[in-house]
């Protein structure tokens, strides 16, 4: 079994446990359930830089990255650098990451919030609202057809934004992208968890435009942003690279003035 067939699997039996100890009459009943969302399509058009700083503590492929960063602190930074949006990894036994996590980093900031787990259960998008999300995320590769046309809608329902990731053009083909909003390239086979920078080129051309495009992975320079924001992407995801860091909000601050600069 793949890592990635390892973690879905483990997902499922997660979401079995968490409907039976919150149901979803209770979270229609959560504080943040009726509140209105923040658009990160709209802060990424507005941005010069479209950067989406990333919290999680560790990966599959890279073992431990930051395990002690405390969510007030680094989304703190992060909104101090003026960032595009940020994103939250809620799974525990691979990321280090949780729901409370993500109500941390929506009491910390205003900001866009793009909840980073693998749905795969409508039960989860209530979850994400319930819990402050303002987007959720989408991965193809883990989904069929119809999963990703109801998910979508549900998301669309609830004030909720969503980002369909792929990692090959064929992926969307046969996708019913209506209730998409932003597309997101993974220079990261999530088979192997190998990364291949120039993956993402080839691919963001053929997006119908009016989608918001992101890259994703393996991102730690300015001039590869610069080199994204050329090809077509209007943002770029990045974590490790600033999680790294001692102080990720202070790497993304030097970020964004070097882009500027």
């Known amino acids: 079994m793949g890592v990635l067939d390892e973690i879905v699997r483990s997902k499922r039996q997660a979401v079995a446990s968490q409907k039976q100890v919150f149901p979803e009459t209770l979270l229609r009943k959560a504080p943040f359930y009726g509140q209105s969302s923040s658009s990160l399509v709209t802060s990424i058009k507005s941005s010069a830089h479209g950067i989406i ?133 993974n220079h990261r086979n999530l088979e192997t968890f190998d990364v291949h920078m120039q993956h993402s080129q080839h691919i963001v051309e053929t997006i119908p435009h009016h989608f918001t495009k992101i890259a994703e992975s393996g991102i730690r320079s300015v001039e590869e942003i610069k080199t994204l924001k050329a090809l077509g992407f209007d943002g770029v995801l990045i974590g490790e690279y600033l999680m790294r860091s001692k102080n990720p909000g202070e790497k993304a601050n030097q970020l964004v003035q070097n882009l500027y600069s």
Not at 80 to 91: E, R, W
Not at 128 to 133: C, E, V
Request: charged share 20%; no cysteine; proline share 2%.
């Open 53 to 185: 700083a990333e919290f999680k503590r560790r990966s599959p492929s890279k073992g431990d990255i930051h395990i002690g960063a405390k969510v007030h602190d680094v989304v703190s930074g992060y909104t101090n650098a003026s960032v595009s949006g940020i994103s939250v990894l809620t799974d525990t036994p691979f990321f280090g990451g949780s729901l409370e996590d993500l109500v941390l980093a929506r009491h910390t900031s205003r900001l866009p919030i793009l909840r980073k787990d693998f749905i795969i259960d409508a039960y989860q998008i209530h979850e994400s609202k319930a819990f402050g999300a303002d987007v959720i995320l989408l991965i193809a590769r883990i989904l069929n057809s119809n999963q990703i046309k109801e998910f979508s809608l549900l998301a669309h329902s609830l004030g909720l934004e969503v980002l369909l990731e792929i990692h090959q053009q064929k992926e969307l083909n046969h996708l019913d992208l209506s209730n998409i909003d932003l597309i997101g390239i």
